[in-house]
């Protein structure tokens, strides 16, 4: 009789899409159901009417989870898709079982939401970083993807404004969760992810050696040993 394998939720960044996990996901599936999907505007879906932000990304993590009938379950956050999973499990705990994230940017401020909404200018974009920009365009489709940087960007203004998950707030986390980081991320700084992993109740942190931000640089093999051996109850 086949084992009934554990659900695992992948989430992916700001920016990014669920075929950001297409290098990892054969490794795991051996061991886990998995399961992915694309947060509003993001990988050729819909940009809604209505300003993109963390709670709506938080809902529709939580109305997936519920469709899908998967709570309690194990979730991988990267990036925004950490910070998302983190505010979900604030609104519904018992919708999870543990939260893993990497590189997922805890610190915001207006300064430092200014610095990485700047970076998300189209134009600019084309003209300095033409590959990434065709990518872009690609992932998201031409004519969708100029409105999606535009749409994040002021997503990240209202986060430095206003951030969600705070010392107040992360205390009140009761879930499991790992909180990872490279340390040749740009972005996001070991220093705010250890405060962060301080700040929880039940946490556990990982450095990973030689890895910057973006999760195509991240070492696969590294990365999907880390998820079983969290994720491995």
């Known amino acids: 009789m086949e084992q009934i394998k554990p659900a695992l939720l992948l989430l992916h960044g700001a920016l990014g899409a669920h075929t950001d996990f297409d290098p990892v996901v054969p490794a795991l599936a051996v ?3 998995v399961y992915r999907f694309n947060f509003h505007g993001h990988g050729g879906s819909p940009l809604p009417v209505m300003p993109l932000s ?36 604030l609104e519904a705990p018992e919708a999870f079982s543990r939260i893993q994230t990497l590189a997922t940017k805890f610190s915001w401020t207006p300064d430092t939401a200014a610095r990485e909404a700047r ?16 990518a872009q365009q690609q992932l998201h489709g031409e004519q969708e993807w100029g409105p999606l940087l535009a749409a994040t960007a002021i997503m ?13 707030t992360l205390k009140n986390i009761t879930v499991p969760v790992r909180v990872m980081v490279g340390d040749r991320d740009a972005m996001v ?3 705010e992810t250890v405060a ?27 990365l999907i040993w880390e998820i079983r051996s969290f994720m491995t109850v």
């Open 31 to 33: 061991h886990y159901t």
């Open 54 to 89: 963390i709670p709506m990304f938080s809902r529709q993590l939580l109305d997936f989870i519920a469709e899908q009938k998967l709570a309690p379950v194990a979730v991988f956050g990267y990036s925004m898709g950490g910070y998302v999973a983190l505010q979900a499990a």
């Open 119 to 134: 970076r998300l200018n189209a134009a600019t974009l084309r003209e300095k970083a033409p590959d990434y920009a065709a």
């Open 156 to 168: 990240m203004e209202n986060l430095g404004s206003e951030p969600l998950l705070t010392a107040d």
């Open 189 to 191: 700084s070991i220093e």
């Open 196 to 222: 962060t992993y301080r700040q929880l109740p039940q946490a556990s942190l990982t450095v990973l050696p030689d890895t910057k931000h973006p999760l195509e640089k991240v070492n696969s093999a590294v």
